[in-house]
């Protein structure tokens, strides 16, 4: 009996390890595009890898920029905006790419006749989300048909879709996998151009990104992370119904249209967006990275730590990496 209470008391006196604590920034108000993270909190899986995970709403401070300051370890990074902050220099590498291709297309009305190819929107107004992006985008789009890429533009934000509704502007850009299917639900015929067809390369939309000065002292803790949130978003490529109301629940009444949501998860999988046929969830593609930069340093967008454009093509060997995944 002794021997049993000094056991026991041993077995007691062993400290239980705390979890690390670990931030990571939405890049907009919660949707389908995070439901990884969600998928893997609900699951236990950020918990059994030794992690206590918050996920901080969005601010008017940009995930990129919350990441590369360091107040948040890791944040879901829209694919112009890493570009952008990584060519001036931001401390954040992308370690899994959330979205495997592009989901921006460009939309006007169905019933818009008078709009057949890009070259007829030479002159029409477009309802704006203001980022140089987009008009380096569209007047390439255009003058890749053989127009001359001039348009008026409006900055509007979000909307700019109830203004394309009404007729107010002529033409707009959206996310296929979410005011795409959201056209469909509200009964708004669209037509569209996609903006590979013209000249643009394909990207991965959104990433998963990290503070490039964290991930180098924790290998291990990132490591654990990312194949975490990984494992969630295969889950949701695998079982979208299920990740749908998953996303809903952790949420709290912030998504409080579940038919949307569910169409937006069936838009992302049955379109092949969340994973690539015969490779893992998350994996990101270098030519990927390299065209959509090398579109971005043309259009004259990029621009180095002094706020100069960049004269050279940067090198983005050290933007990305895909050593954190499972493979």
């Avoid at 019933?111 to 140089?132: H, M, N, Q, V």
């Avoid at 348009?151 to 509007?156: E, I």
């Avoid at 180098?216 to 490591?223: R, Y």
């Avoid at 979208?240 to 009444?253: H, Q, R």
């Amino acid at each position: 009996m002794k021997h049993l209470l000094t056991a026991l008391a041993l077995i007691v006196a062993v400290p239980v390890q705390a979890a690390e604590k670990l931030t990571v920034a939405l890049d907009w108000t919660p949707n389908t595009n995070h439901v990884g993270l969600y998928v893997a909190q609900a699951k236990g899986w950020f918990a059994d890898a030794g992690l206590d995970v918050e996920i901080l709403p969005y601010t008017d401070t940009s995930s990129g920029t919350l990441v590369a300051t360091g107040v948040a370890q890791f944040g879901i990074l829209s694919a112009v905006g890493f570009h952008s902050q990584r060519s001036m220099g931001a401390d954040m590498t992308a370690v899994m790419a959330v979205v495997q291709h592009e989901t921006g297309r460009l939309v006007f009305n169905g019933d818009r006749e008078d709009i057949k190819r890009p070259a007829d929107l030479d002159g029409l107004t477009y309802a704006g989300f203001g980022s140089a992006w987009e008009n380096a985008l569209i007047s390439s789009i255009i003058r890749h048909d053989g127009g001359e890429g001039s348009f008026d533009t409006v900055t509007l934000g979000t909307s700019a879709y109830e203004a394309l509704a009404n007729g107010s502007v002529d033409f707009t850009l959206e996310v296929s996998t979410w005011e795409g299917v959201n056209s469909v639900l509200l009964n708004r015929p669209q037509r569209w151009f996609n903006y590979s067809d013209y000249g643009v390369p394909d990207q991965h939309t959104t990433f998963l990104g990290g503070n490039s000065t964290w991930l180098a002292k924790n290998g291990e803790t990132a490591s654990a992370f990312v194949e975490a949130a990984q494992r969630g978003y295969a889950f949701a490529a695998d079982n979208p119904v299920e990740a749908a109301d998953i996303l809903v629940s952790e949420t709290a009444g912030m998504l409080s249209n579940p038919e949307l949501v569910n169409a937006s998860m069936a838009a992302l999988v049955e379109g092949g967006y969340l994973r690539d046929p015969g490779e893992p969830v998350g994996l990101i593609d270098p030519e990927l990275i390299t065209g959509i930069t090398g579109f971005l340093f043309e259009a004259g967008i990029l621009r180095n730590a002094n706020g100069d454009v960049h004269e050279d093509m940067p090198d983005v060997a050290g933007w990305y990496t895909n050593q954190y995944l499972a493979q």
